[in-house]
């Protein structure tokens, strides 16, 4: 498996060198970003597992750097806060991990918040495959069962013999059910 890669924005170099040092023992590929512009632009260009955001960042609100990163599924986002607001704990209801770490940092702490932001991440991402494998299938299934309509209106044929007529023009042209019944689509329409 590929090491996981955290990117780190923060404001204060050294606390992002301190991060970064930390969590590289651990056996993470860290990055760093000193303001929200170039946190987007590193995580745009990175595709980090996890971006550490700290409240204090600059150039943009950290929700909106947030957002950017999560809504263009760039990465999962964890803040760095010294007191959770109730309008902080409010904003983040939206982000995937409803979690974020205290300031000042501990290890243990921190290493604990990542390793179950990066879980969720993972989670989240393998469900957001499954969910776009499913639209995938659903449409192969929607342009099927259209074909398979304009067969059977066509012959005059039920819905079982208009399946293997579909499935023996297939065969006969060496094309996959959906190329095929895209082409009765066209031709008949």
């Known amino acids: ?12 170099s050294e606390m992002r060198i301190k991060l970064c040092k930390i969590l590289s023992q651990k056996g993470y590929i860290t990055y760093q970003a000193s303001d929200g512009p170039s946190t987007i632009r590193s995580a745009r260009s990175l595709h980090p597992t ?6 204090k960042i600059t150039g943009m609100t950290p929700y909106k750097v947030a957002e950017t990163i999560e809504k263009d599924y760039l990465s999962t986002v964890l803040f760095l806060v010294r007191k ?14 409803y979690a974020y770490i205290l300031k000042p940092i501990q290890k243990s702490q ?8 990066i879980k969720t991440a993972r989670n989240i991402n393998k469900l957001r495959q499954e969910i776009k494998n499913l639209e995938l299938t659903l449409e192969k299934r929607e ?3 259209h074909a398979k309509g304009i067969i059977m209106k066509e012959f005059q044929l039920n819905e079982g013999e208009a399946y293997e007529k579909l499935r023996k023009l297939s065969m006969d042209n060496c094309l ?3 190329e095929t019944s895209k082409e009765i689509i066209e031709q008949y329409s």
């Open 1 to 12: 498996m590929d090491k996981e890669s955290i990117l780190i924005a923060h404001g204060q």
């Open 50 to 55: 996890l971006v550490l955001i700290d409240l």
């Open 84 to 97: 959770p607001s109730d309008y902080f704990l409010k904003k983040i209801e939206s982000f995937n991990v």
């Open 110 to 117: 921190l290493e604990r918040a990542v390793n179950f932001s």
């Open 143 to 145: 342009i099927i069962n």
């Open 176 to 178: 996959n059910l959906v």
